[in-house]
């Protein structure tokens, strides 16, 4: 052979380069085993169990997810893709509980905290895309407890009742749980052939409520002004005569749940970014992206709700006091300004948002789960994922868990709306809060390992500021709450028991785990020494590589201009030019 190199013998090969090279050997090098009586045992393949094709497929431990999802798509679900039954519920029961200017200040407080628990999560999800994102960042920067604890409490946060609800104002005859189906059963259809289409549907779903909400906001601002002609609009008398705050501090603090749960599914794109095509350049445009919809989707929203709907309105939809839902905000707004035969076309609109929920709800449910099983904090069949790098056993749990919608018939949709409500709202609050001290943990660890912050895809400004920002913001609202719950009058043990509902699955799920870990694991050590925190699994790019690696993307993008420009292609790159300094 050329080279001096001698050739290996069939026999010292443990396969086959390909079939024709073992036909072309000789008889005689082959070595003949002895062929068993029971032959067909050998030569059939093991049959699949038949439970195992019913249920899950071909899916097994061995498959991953798939990068398929765009960085157009990562955006637009950071932009609109959890605007949903939040924004067009309980807006309206905040500002009826506290006043429209309350209901304000309300939503921008915890539109701070939540941009900065954005920012804080992006940094590190950008550097490690994984699926379960802050429940794994949760094991690897801070305990195992902590990610344990992460992840079922994010897992519990459901949207489905809510959407029931709001499908009630549509067509009363149809109850609950009859919509549950409708909705449930294309979204989760949907899930199962790809994660691509999931990313294709979020996205056209989230530019429909997005289109949405800024028509709302035009008509409703140009309505409150006087420039509908026929249909004279409030003005400011909703914020005057002492109305603008109503019940005092107690009733302020109340509408903190409301607020958590209509910003609930922020971090959602962290959790996209596992199944992202290039992370590192994606996560960072979607986490900037999340300032514009804080500002438009949420705090313009709830102005223009609270200057035309005063707070005493019955059309408000009050779920902490009334189990009967009227209507949406959005629906009213525009048929006081002389739209009411868009009305149907509105709630139209607002079915979308609440397929675009659930889709949400059942994706990072699904991909938490997922996440939860391969770290072996979830049973393992909720790993198994198919060839199409779709976990179907873990869609499959949160398709089961989704009808707990059916308990709607029971007690009634606003009962069951308002505790869950506050089970979410209060789970929020936790898992963001939480988010921060991992943020310093991780910022910790990098240091303490003499790692560049340049390596850093996206570096989160002003640190520490946001993630210890994030941790006072969080325990202050949990004390207003509790607050609240307690000085409400006529005094309840049930509103005490719904604001720390979430706080007592929250303290179960921590020091359950970190029993399990010190008695039956035998673990003495707690926390994650900071030289011994994992910052390389799942990494973008290694150790030093992330200063060259942009440098080399820089030259592809200017060499990309320059040939553009070369074809005559100028708009084109100046179109691209101003999208890059934009996002």
């Keep these: 052979m050329a ?19 073992a036909k072309e050997l000789p008889d005689s090098s082959l070595e003949k085993a002895p062929i068993p009586a029971d032959t067909e045992s050998v030569l059939e393949p093991p049959k699949t169990p038949m439970w195992k094709r019913v249920l899950v497929g071909n899916a097994t431990a061995q498959n991953e997810t798939k990068r398929a999802m765009k960085s157009r798509h ?14 067009f519920l309980s807006a309206g029961s905040a500002i009826a509980t506290a006043g429209p200017a309350s209901a304000l200040i309300s939503y921008f407080i915890v539109g701070i905290f939540c941009y900065a628990v ?3 999560l992006g940094e590190m999800a950008a550097y490690i895309p994984v699926s379960g994102t802050f429940a794994v960042f949760g094991t690897r920067f801070f305990s195992p407890a902590l990610g344990f604890t992460l992840g079922w409490n994010y897992w519990l946060q459901c949207e489905l009742t809510a959407a029931a609800v709001i499908l009630q104002y549509w067509d009363p005859r149809i109850t609950g749980w009859q919509w549950a189906l409708i909705i449930v059963t294309p979204i989760f259809a949907m899930q199962l052939i790809h994660v691509r289409v999931y990313g294709e549907s979020e996205y056209w779903f989230a530019m429909i409520k997005v289109l949405m909400i800024i028509v709302f906001i035009f008509v409703g601002l140009i309505y409150n002004w006087g420039g509908v002609h026929g249909h004279p609009g409030p003005g400011l008398a909703n914020f005057s005569n002492g109305q603008a705050f ?13 607020a958590f749960y209509s910003y609930g599914g922020v971090e959602l794109v962290s959790l996209a970014a596992g199944e992202s095509a290039s992370p590192h350049k994606s996560v960072p445009r979607a986490i900037r992206a999340t300032f514009f919809r804080i500002v438009v989707f949420y705090i313009l929203t709830i102005l223009t709700i609270g200057l035309n709907i005063n707070y005493q309105d019955p059309t408000l939809l009050s779920a902490a006091f009334d189990s009967n839902v009227t209507a949406s905000p959005l629906t009213v707004v525009f048929q006081r300004a ?10 139209a609109v607002l079915l979308t948002a609440v397929l675009s929920a659930t889709n949400s709800c059942f994706y990072a449910s699904s991909r938490m789960l997922l996440s939860m099983a391969r770290a072996g904090h979830a049973p393992r069949i909720f790993g198994w994922v198919n060839r199409r790098g779709v976990p179907v056993p873990a869609l499959l749990l949160s398709l089961a868990v989704s009808f707990v919608t059916f308990l709607t018939t029971i007690w009634g949709e606003g009962v069951v709306f308002t505790w869950l409500l506050d089970l979410t709202g209060m789970s929020s609050l936790l898992v963001w809060g939480t988010i921060g001290v991992i943020s310093i943990r991780f910022r910790r ?13 996206y570096r989160q400004p002003l640190y520490p500021v946001l993630p210890v920002a994030t941790v006072i913001l969080a325990v202050l609202m949990f004390a207003a709450q509790g607050y609240s719950a307690v000085v409400e009058t006529p005094f309840s043990p049930q509103n005490i028991v719904a604001t720390y509902i979430g706080l007592a699955v929250y303290v179960l799920c921590y020091v359950g785990y970190w029993v399990y ?12 020494p900071l030289m011994e925190v994992d910052l ?3 990494a973008v790019w290694r150790k030093g590589e992330g200063v060259e690696m942009r440098e080399k993307e820089a030259e592809e993008r200017a060499q990309r201009d320059m040939d553009d420009i070369a074809q005559g292609k100028r708009t084109k790159v100046l179109l691209r030019r101003v999208g890059r300094y934009v996002t």
């Design 3 to 21: 080279g001096g190199v001698p050739a290996a013998s069939p026999s010292a090969s443990s396969s086959w380069t390909s079939a024709v090279d």
């Design 74 to 87: 990562l955006t637009m679900i950071a932009i609109g893709g959890t605007i949903g039954t939040g924004i």
């Design 118 to 120: 954005v920012i804080s």
């Design 246 to 258: 109503v019940g005092g501090f107690s009733a302020f603090a109340q509408t903190f749940v409301f």
């Design 338 to 347: 002389g739209f009411g035969a868009a009305a149907h076309v509105i709630n």
């Design 445 to 457: 660890a990098w240091e303490a390992q003499g790692r560049a912050l340049e390596d850093l895809p």
């Design 517 to 528: 870990e010190r008695f039956y694991l035998g673990q003495r050590t707690h926390l994650v």
């Design 536 to 538: 390389d699994s799942d």
